[in-house]
């Protein structure tokens, strides 16, 4: 149903100079529901996930939080916002001058203004979440392998409590079981916050462990969306294809980017 | 055709450019202005610009003085002036060389280092994980920067004057036999207030400008290594010629008005 839903995009598009990236994308997604959104590269999933945190800005169409319109809300209505969401980055993006417990408790500082000794404390208990000790709190993100890292990322995402969570990617570039690790912690870490989570990926074993819904995105327009377990009989000539990874199909892969 | 469609292109990225640069500035001024504020910051950069640049820039201004020296007497003598030398010493120190030359070896050191920094942040996605942990990037990373480069590069140009002085001062007695204290009171003798007044008033613009030049290129640097070295150059070159010309108009006004 329209305005209860804790995600809503409608008509959502997006382009860069000629280049469509979004092409009216409608999505819904409920409170402390997990929704996954599929798709190859390029075909617009990042921008996606940047138009609803409000990193761009869409050309048209609506994105509502709890009923709220979110488009073109800047300044301090936009600050107010970002406190209710936590983002897990593909890259992890930890802040490289800062040791690893600063960056974990950043948004704690600098956005809600804790105390610092406060901050630490639920840093190091965020750690603990993602199954890491005390030690590597005082170390620089650049001592940390790429699992670490993303751990690291993913307590950081979790600091301050966030209603919503949104991943980019999140196994990406780690090994599968670095990767199931990764996607365990995700699962534990948002049903104790009972947080809703969208998430974008290609990985399909990522996507089954994660999601309690799937959406699949295709030239900037979801081509599909339903229960996780029903992915693997969808009916849609295009999931099917992406699901078992063929070359051979209706999605003709671009070459080039743009 | 191809001909004028490509200088249209041209000019149009041109003025592209011209307009994003000045939304740029006009945010990051805004900014300046406008709490939070970040102490630590500015005081780290206050002294990764005004203390660590101080032998790069005392060495020059000290070999700009000590050439002034040589230069002028050779010169001078050719029509029995040379007792113009710790004038012209001075003077030129002040007035022009210290500012200038301090500057552009500012401009190498801290624009570049600025630029790719900032760079980096920006193609690993940490601008935007500022953004998703509820903290300002204008105000975390630009504004300390611009208010250090503002404030410091005075600083260092009253250190770069004496040194100047100094160095030719060493030359003018040790080499060209000037007695000392007839060589200091006539570096005193002709130098006003305004002559050191407007080196200032040319360093804080300086550095204003390098910072500038480094935020903004760094800001919108894109595509990974390359585009972070290419920002890096960017921001060295424009801030250099910036620092050329605004060096001929800040002259102008204190020529014709003074």
Redesign the interface.
């Known amino acids: 149903m329209a305005g209860t839903a804790k995600i809503a995009l409608s008509g959502v598009r997006k382009a860069f100079g000629s280049k469509v990236v979004l092409d009216g994308i409608d999505l819904e997604v409920e409170a402390g529901e997990s929704l996954v959104v599929i798709g190859g590269s390029g075909t617009g999933k990042s921008v996606m996930l ?1 138009s609803v ?3 761009l800005a869409p050309d048209s169409g609506s994105i509502r939080i709890d009923g709220q319109e979110t488009v073109r809300v800047s300044g301090s209505g936009r ?1 107010a916002m ?2 209710r ?3 897990l ?3 992890a ?4 001058s800062l040791p690893v417990w600063e960056n974990v408790a ?2 704690l500082i ?3 203004r804790v105390p610092r000794e406060r901050a630490r404390d639920i840093a190091i208990e965020k750690l603990a979440a993602v199954g890491l000790d005390e030690a590597v709190a005082s170390l620089s993100p650049a001592e940390l392998s790429g699992g670490m890292q993303k751990r690291v990322a993913l307590a ?1 995402a979790i600091a301050a409590d966030p209603e919503i969570i949104f991943f980019d990617e999140p196994t990406t570039g780690l090994d599968p079981i670095m990767g199931d690790v990764i996607n365990d912690l995700i699962v534990d870490c948002t049903r104790q916050l009972g947080a809703t989570t969208l998430s974008i990926t290609h990985d399909m074993a990522s996507a089954r462990k994660i999601a309690d819904r799937i959406a699949m995105i295709y030239h900037g327009r979801i081509i599909w969306s339903g229960p996780a377990d029903r992915i693997d009989d969808s009916g849609n000539d295009y999931v099917d294809q992406f699901v078992h990874g063929r070359a051979e199909g209706p999605i003709r892969m671009a070459v080039r980017d743009s | 055709m191809t001909f004028l469609a490509a200088v249209g292109r041209t000019f149009l990225a041109f003025l592209t450019a011209i307009g994003r640069l000045s939304i740029f500035t006009a945010y990051a001024v805004m900014h300046c202005v406008r709490p939070p504020f970040y102490g630590r910051l500015f005081v780290r950069q206050m002294i990764d610009i005004g203390y660590y640049s101080l032998p790069v820039v005392g060495l020059t201004a000290l070999f700009t003085g000590m050439v002034l020296a040589l230069q002028s007497y050779s010169s001078f003598a050719r029509f029995n002036a040379e007792d113009a030398v710790a004038t012209v010493v001075v003077l030129s120190m002040t007035r022009e060389l210290g500012p200038v030359l301090g500057g552009l070896m500012v401009a190498g050191r801290i624009g570049a280092s600025m630029a790719a920094e900032i760079g980096t942040m920006r193609v690993t996605e940490q601008i935007d994980a500022l953004t998703t942990l509820s903290t300002n990037p204008f105000k975390y990373l630009v504004v300390p920067r611009l208010v250090a480069g503002l404030t410091m590069l005075p600083v260092l140009v009253l250190v770069a004057d004496v040194v100047g002085v100094f160095g030719g001062f060493l030359i003018g007695v040790y080499k060209l036999d000037f007695n000392p204290s007839r060589y200091l009171a006539s570096t005193w003798q002709f130098l006003e207030v305004v002559d050191v007044v407007s080196g200032l008033v040319k360093a804080a613009a300086f550095g204003f400008l390098i910072a500038l030049m480094g935020c903004y290129h760094g800001y919108f640097s894109r595509g990974g290594a390359q585009g972070v070295g290419a920002a890096t150059t960017n921001a060295v070159v424009s801030a250099s010629i910036l620092i050329l010309s605004a060096n001929y108009l800040i002259t102008e006004f204190f020529v014709s008005g003074g």
Not at chain 1, 93 to 96: M, T
């Open positions: 940047k945190l409000g990193l600050v970002m406190k969401f936590g983002m980055f593909q890259g993006a930890l802040f490289d950043f948004g600098q956005g809600l950081r």
